[in-house]
């Protein structure tokens, strides 16, 4: 249902086509809820039939048409209850996590590899997060441009302190996954001692 809302808070700045919307999506809302292009068009389907939103057909070119989605004033009043109303949390499916509580069934090898993976993966998340902040306390993230646009002088800084502040939990969450990564490396080591120990006895 995260996917919806994601969707109507783009759509609260302005109208969008369905291509405009997957673009925005990829560059803003979807470092905090990743969905693949394609969710979104059936997702926007289905918020179009239960009046959320509705779809103008727009001219393009000579020939072509687009659809531009508004956001009703039902989906806004959906978007505010659901803002206002607490979160339903899912009960957690982490693949890192279940195959890091049967490491003893991998080799040595193996199991370093695994937490080497894992730290190279969150220090790429990291990197792109924190260069995100920098944009976002340049103001110069196109969404939140786009936002602040149509946003009221006096509530551009509290837009930006939100924006950052759910950004600094992706930073909080790569920093966090990297350390425990690197624990594991350490727990390996302890358990069948230091790598150059392990392939001497190979």
Known sequence: MSLRYALMALLRVGPLSGYDLQKQFQVSVGHLWHAPDSQIYPELRKMESEGLVVGEDQPRGER???RVYHLTDEGDQAYAAWMEGPLSY???REPANLKAAYLESASPEAARAFLADHIRHWRGELEQWEAELERIDARANPMLQRRLAATHPRDHD???AFKRFGYEGLVDRAR???AWAERGLALVDDLY???????GHA
Do not use: L
């Open 64 to 66: 072509g048409t687009r």
């Open 90 to 92: 899912a009960r957690a």
């Open 158 to 160: 509290r837009t930006v």
């Open 176 to 178: 966090a996954e990297i």
């Open 193 to 199: 001692g230091p790598e150059d120990t392990v392939a």
